[in-house]
């Protein structure tokens, strides 16, 4: 691959800017169908969500998933297991190895797919033209034929006088990057980043604190959802504040106090290590030249596209994926994948449906986990559907009893017609939601789910019996 960019020919079908999920996955398909392509990454290519979010977070969950498995082999199973020590260098090495396996295999395709990699930040110069801002007095302007694709991603959102310091404050980018395992944390923000956070570091013995302003966590999904994971978390001994307000907060010599106003209106001071800031991230756009290419953001900083069936802006040939999108994107990584592949093709000329935001799945890798896909019950309400609900709890087939953890399957359809939500909570439920994907892109009704038989005893068992009940077919659900 690339290293040096004064050898890289300035000319190319279409310009890539970022080399995250959405901008690596625009150049692969790209130059799978036959484009030349020059992608622009300042940092390492990956992006946040293999280096500082989705893999090195999934990575350490999973060892709070073994460590709260001993908890379990002893509490529950019989099995004198004790836990004696977590080495954090070890942990993290582990974390540190699967980053890098992972970042050698994106650049190892992208090479062999042709690829080629600018290491600089770009600076639009026009709405084909974009200058390598890599040092040198005059960095070299490249051109594209085709297009041009914006795909600089997000950062944490920082609140005033909570600058991170990597150490007592902390974002999602650097809390797993922090010297050592606190003895306590504050998580502000109770969307899917705070509730895993904060799910982590109570499994690795941490006494945590989350508060959310909104009256329930993770607020953009299903109250039940919400409902069930709160649950979840408090009886794992998370002190979880929703509808509480952040006062002030200072720091010390041991961490952070901080002054937190209640729901019910009482002022509580609360000591920790660390405070993580999980209130949402930005787009990325400074320094990026937008005007000189006719673009500008919006007020939330997002750059809209014109047509969302081909993510094109208002300039023709500038193209917009991940976290640069405003709703109806997710800004979810597997979302910026499909995002990645509409652009591509569109810009090969190939044949491209839009993406359907209403089947991506939305996934919190907490403990208990969560997982959902299509809409929730009170926005199939506001949306005047004629709504039937049906419910079940995991613990209600055989391998629900064998984990133990509570759950639920909860299923939103419209009253004799197509499946609009399926929201899970429980062990797993990342692994289980992908059938619920295809139920609601294929607006499948309920009785059509109900004709397929689910494998006994599992999880999935549940989310089976829950379509034949709505089928009129129900068998343990009475």
């Known amino acids: 691959m690339d290293t040096d960019n004064t050898s890289i020919a300035p000319e190319s079908d279409v310009i890539v800017i970022g080399g995250g999920t959405g901008g690596y996955s625009t150049a692969l398909r790209a130059a799978a169908l036959g484009l030349d392509v020059v992608l622009f990454e300042r940092d390492k290519v990956g992006g946040t969500c293999l280096h500082r979010g989705c893999i090195p977070s999934k990575a350490m969950l999973h060892a709070a998933e073994l460590v709260d498995g001993?908890?379990?082999?002893?509490?529950?199973?019989?099995?004198?297991?004790?836990?004696?020590?977590?080495?954090?260098?070890?942990?993290?090495?582990?974390?540190?190895?699967?980053?890098?396996?992972?970042?050698?295999?994106?650049?190892?395709?992208?090479?062999?797919?042709?690829?080629?990699?600018?290491?600089?930040?770009?600076?639009?110069?026009?709405?084909?033209?974009?200058?390598?801002?890599?040092?040198?007095?005059?960095?070299?302007?490249?051109?594209?034929?085709?297009?041009?694709?914006?795909?600089?991603?997000?950062?944490?959102?920082?609140?005033?006088?909570?600058?991170?310091?990597?150490?007592?404050?902390?974002?999602?980018?650097?809390?797993?990057?922090?010297?050592?395992?606190?003895?306590?944390?504050?998580?502000?923000?109770?969307?899917?980043?705070?509730?895993?956070?904060?799910?982590?570091?109570?499994?690795?013995?941490?006494?945590?604190?989350?508060?959310?302003?909104?009256?329930?966590?993770?607020?953009?999904?299903?109250?039940?959802?919400?409902?069930?994971?709160?649950?979840?978390?408090?009886?794992?001994?998370?002190?979880?504040?929703?509808?509480?307000?952040?006062?002030?907060?200072?720091?010390?010599?041991?961490?952070?106090?901080?002054?937190?106003?209640?729901?019910?209106?009482?002022?509580?001071?609360?000591?920790?290590?660390?405070?993580?800031?999980?209130?949402?991230?930005?787009?990325?756009?400074?320094?990026?030249?937008?005007?000189?290419?006719?673009?500008?953001?919006?007020?939330?900083?997002?750059?809209?596209?014109?047509?969302?069936?081909?993510?094109?802006?208002?300039?023709?040939?500038?193209?917009?994926?991940?976290?640069?999108?405003?709703?109806?994107?997710?800004?979810?990584a597997h979302a910026s994948f499909a995002e990645g592949l509409l652009v591509a093709e569109t810009l090969a000329g190939v044949p491209s449906a839009p993406v359907d935001y209403a089947a991506v799945p939305r996934v919190t890798y907490s403990a208990p986990q969560t997982a959902a896909v299509g809409l929730s019950e009170a926005e199939a309400r506001s949306r005047s559907y004629d709504v039937v609900v049906n419910s079940m709890p995991l613990t209600a087939v055989a391998k629900g009893m064998v984990h133990g953890q509570g759950g639920t399957v909860k299923v939103v359809a419209e009253r004799d017609g197509r499946v609009l939500g399926v929201h899970l909570v429980g062990p797993h439920v990342s692994e289980m939601i992908a059938e619920s994907q295809l139920i609601v892109g294929w607006d499948a009704e309920p009785g059509d789910v109900a004709r397929h038989v689910h494998a006994h005893p599992t999880l999935s068992e549940a989310v089976g019996e829950v379509f034949l009940s709505l089928a009129g077919r129900g068998l343990h659900q009475q």
């Open 70 to 332: 001993i908890a379990e082999a002893r509490e529950r199973w019989g099995v004198k297991a004790t836990l004696d020590s977590v080495d954090w260098a070890a942990l993290t090495s582990t974390r540190d190895d699967i980053v890098s396996r992972n970042h050698k295999g994106v650049e190892a395709h992208l090479a062999h797919a042709g690829v080629r990699v600018v290491r600089a930040s770009a600076r639009l110069t026009g709405p084909r033209t974009v200058r390598a801002e890599d040092g040198r007095p005059a960095g070299r302007e490249f051109t594209a034929r085709r297009g041009l694709v914006l795909a600089t991603g997000s950062r944490p959102r920082v609140l005033p006088g909570l600058e991170p310091d990597g150490r007592t404050v902390v974002t999602s980018d650097d809390a797993l990057f922090a010297p050592g395992l606190p003895a306590s944390v504050l998580v502000l923000g109770g969307g899917a980043i705070g509730v895993e956070y904060a799910s982590f570091h109570r499994s690795m013995g941490a006494g945590v604190t989350l508060v959310e302003a909104a009256d329930r966590l993770v607020p953009l999904e299903d109250a039940d959802v919400s409902r069930h994971l709160a649950r979840g978390l408090k009886k794992r001994g998370i002190d979880v504040q929703t509808g509480a307000r952040l006062e002030s907060c200072r720091r010390t010599g041991e961490g952070v106090v901080a002054v937190v106003r209640t729901a019910r209106g009482e002022v509580r001071e609360i000591s920790a290590e660390r405070l993580l800031v999980a209130v949402g991230r930005v787009p990325v756009t400074d320094g990026l030249g937008l005007e000189a290419a006719g673009l500008a953001p919006d007020e939330r900083g997002f750059v809209p596209p014109a047509d969302w069936s081909r993510l094109e802006t208002a300039v023709p040939g500038v193209h917009v994926v991940g976290d640069l999108l405003p709703p109806p994107s997710l800004g979810l």
